[in-house]
């Protein structure tokens, strides 16, 4: 169904369980994954990316590099924003699971902020108040059979999400450099080198050059410093994806709850075997 019809049917005073079944059968759970996706594709299959570009927008670029950089950029700092959706829409399972579109809509940042941080800590059960095993399966796995439940690869995925949840809290406990992204663009973009220098007149030899980026961070205001941070775009693409199977998860699970015509079979990755390290950076 497109949602101008379904809008049509249902008029535009919700009620509550209109409100929700709009939002888990038309919501883009897959938006941000097929933009860095795009993103990725140009960044690593084309031989010039200045022959996609120029000619269609009527700005002239020159510089591949700096392009290319800005790429690899906005692929890393989206995994903040698909960490940010899928823990918001976790969170409003959780706080409001009768009403999850107006908790979206209508939740503080500082609250917010501070659930991670609990997250971080202590695991998803400090938001629930219950354990954290209950908890990844009350969010992710709510309307799955029982026989799939009780399967040891199932518990073997509900303990692996349970320590994924505290390491993507960890992510974003402190984002300044995400928020030097995001408000005003104030960080600068390129490349970091690693170079050997022998003596100072010497030009040293390069043996390492990786994306990266210099941003203030002003945590002390009266001694703000200068941060420089490499990154690894393709570790910050496979969060997005990460970020975007679980948040598939809680959707399509919620489907099924809102109408019992659909199959409960769900095609999901096998969360028991991922490498955490492909993920995450400090890992």
């Known amino acids: ?25 038309f919501y883009q759970h897959d938006f941000i994954m097929k933009k860095v ?22 700005v002239e670029f020159t510089d591949e590099e700096a392009l290319i950089a800005g790429l690899k950029a906005e692929i890393h700092f989206s ?3 698909a960490l940010e959706t899928m823990f918001s829409i976790a969170f409003a399972l959780l706080k409001q699971p009768n009403d999850v579109w107006l908790w979206l809509s209508t939740y503080s940042f500082s609250i917010f902020n501070k659930m991670i941080s609990d997250v971080a800590k202590s695991g998803i059960s400090s938001v629930s108040g219950k354990n954290d095993f209950e908890t990844v399966q009350s969010i992710f796995f709510k309307n799955c059979p029982t026989d799939f439940l009780e399967q040891e690869r199932t518990k073997k995925a509900i303990h692996k999400i349970s320590a994924i949840m505290i390491l993507c809290a960890k992510e974003l406990t402190y984002k300044n450099e995400y928020n030097s992204y995001k408000h005003g663009l104030r960080i600068i973009n390129g490349s970091l ?7 100072y007149n010497s030009e040293g030899k390069i043996i390492s050059e990786v994306p990266g980026f210099v941003y203030l961070d002003t945590r002390d205001k009266e001694n703000a410093i200068l941060v420089t941070k490499p990154y690894s775009y393709e570790k910050s693409y496979n969060m997005v994806r990460l970020c975007w199977h679980l948040t598939s998860l809680m959707i399509e699970q919620r489907k099924i709850e809102s109408n019992r015509n659909i ?21």
């Open 193 to 199: 080198r690693l170079k050997t220098v022998y003596d």
């Open 37 to 58: 996706a795009v993103l990725k594709g140009i960044v690593d299959n084309h031989n010039s990316v200045l022959d996609i570009i120029q000619g269609n927008s009527g």
């Open 263 to 283: 199959d409960s079979g769900i095609e999901t990755i096998d969360f028991s075997k991922i490498i955490l390290g492909n993920y995450f950076e400090n890992i």
């Open 79 to 81: 995994k903040y924003h």
């Open 1 to 25: 169904m497109k949602l101008l019809d379904f809008l049509n049917r249902i008029g535009t005073k919700m009620t509550v369980n209109n409100r929700d079944e709009t939002l888990f059968t």
